[in-house]
């Protein structure tokens, strides 16, 4: 489905107002859909649909997925936790899970942003160049 432009706007003015200190309230965004759907204004699937992928997008740039190949130790965790803070801002959700298959180092994904230090892709590489 195409969206307007107006939709366009509307949504991102919607999902601006839900935002609290840098970070999406949840609250407040379950409370504008609700809203929304009982004023039903002019064109509002198209602005729903919009907001939803705003805010989709934003739960994806505040969630960091960590692998490494072994479990790693409790300082080494809290070290990474405050260094994607410090780069990401606040309400960052974090989750680490072990990968063997990385047969060594770190893979970060935040949203669409990826940093591979690991092993294998090293390796993989490296074999590109021979």
Same mark, same amino acid.
Do not use: W
């Given at each position: 489905?195409? +969206?307007?432009?107006?939709?366009?706007?509307?949504?991102?003015?919607?999902?601006?107002?839900?935002?609290?200190?840098?970070?999406?309230?949840?609250?407040?965004?379950?409370?504008?859909?609700?809203?929304? +759907?009982?004023?039903?204004?002019?064109?509002?699937?198209?602005?729903?649909?919009?907001?939803?992928?705003?805010?989709?997008?934003?739960?994806?740039?505040?969630?960091?997925? +960590?692998?490494?190949?072994?479990?790693?130790?409790?300082?080494?965790?809290?070290?990474?936790?405050?260094?994607?803070?410090?780069?990401?801002?606040?309400?960052?959700?974090?989750?680490?899970?072990?990968?063997?298959?990385?047969?060594?180092?770190?893979?970060?994904?935040?949203?669409?942003?990826?940093?591979?230090?690991?092993?294998?892709?090293?390796?993989?590489?490296?074999?590109?160049?021979?």
């Amino acid at each position: 489905m195409k +969206i307007s432009k107006q939709a366009r706007r509307d949504a991102k003015q919607l999902f601006r107002g839900c935002v609290v200190n840098g970070v999406l309230d949840d609250n407040r965004a379950r409370q504008t859909v609700q809203q929304i +759907i009982g004023r039903k204004p002019r064109g509002y699937v198209a602005i729903l649909t919009h907001f939803q992928r705003l805010v989709k997008l934003d739960v994806a740039r505040r969630t960091a997925k +960590i692998e490494s190949a072994v479990e790693l130790p409790e300082d080494l965790r809290i070290g990474v936790q405050t260094n994607l803070a410090r780069r990401y801002g606040p309400g960052l959700s974090v989750s680490f899970a072990p990968n063997p298959a990385l047969i060594g180092g770190l893979r970060v994904q935040v949203g669409s942003d990826v940093y591979d230090g690991s092993i294998r892709t090293r390796l993989a590489e490296l074999a590109e160049k021979f």
